[in-house]
């Protein structure tokens, strides 16, 4: 049984190639709304994914999270307590939050012109793998991933080069970072930055100050920054819906880079909280 989120409607729905979801509708109005695909991080389809899809149908949007592992038959509890890590190539990406985008392309209460993606930590980089290969996708948001190390690297989980795949994004990019992320690094800031840039590609990232990774997790109180997450939240709602607006037309393509960093910045030095 779904938890109860005032002002959504959720539960929990099965698709495609045996695709399982929590899906979440506004409790108010009947749309159309616009609509998010949600990823998940590292730890499958946990409280904090649920809390944030339900979040997406107060804010006026329906979100749904497929659980990546869906077809995945190794032991869940322990990828859930954050045990194990399971790497999900881009293959299986595409698969998830495809079958994702053609449930939200038929759902009834969706705006098939407003859907976008989203990722979180380790999917930060899902939803611009997904709009390589899916126009249809409106925007992208990236939340202190998608720009790490690991995400540039070859090998089984991802064949083709990640500039490749930027460079086929058709949709524009918020992306909200953290000073103190001891995974993602400025200069990897830097680094997707460049490569959007190189493309042509429209973008906005936001560098927070003194923000660990993590930090608009409210299920881990180490990291929990309930302030900064508000504020982060309301940006991307906001971007939401400048999008929806046409407030990035196809013709041209707009940077922009906010940052409060220290000067002495030390990626080294930064640690992982509880």
Known sequence: MAQSYPGALTSYVTFGDRVD????????G?????????????YGLVQHTLDL???????????????MYSRW???KEALNRGDIMVPICDDDIRSYMG???DYLLEHPQVDSQRIAAMGVCQSGEYPLVLNSARSEICANVVVYGGAQAAVWELGQARQEPYED?????????VGIFGEDDFVVSVEDIRRL???????RKSYEFTLFPHMPHGWMNSTMPGRYRPE???????????FLERVGCGAFPADRSTWSFRSDIAPDYDFTKKVRLA
């Open 165 to 173: 795949i930027i460079a086929r994004v058709t949709a524009p990019v």
């Open 193 to 199: 930055r460049g490569v959007l840039e190189d493309h």
């Open 99 to 101: 079958a994702s985008l």
């Open 228 to 238: 900064e997450s508000e504020k982060a939240w309301g940006m991307i709602v906001d």
């Open 21 to 28: 979801a929590f899906l979440a509708v506004p409790e108010q």
């Open 30 to 42: 009947s749309g159309p709304f616009g609509a998010v695909i949600l990823g998940h991080e590292r």
């Open 53 to 67: 899809t339900a979040k997406l149908a107060v804010s006026g949007y329906v979100g749904i999270a497929p659980d």
């Open 73 to 75: 038959e190794g032991d």
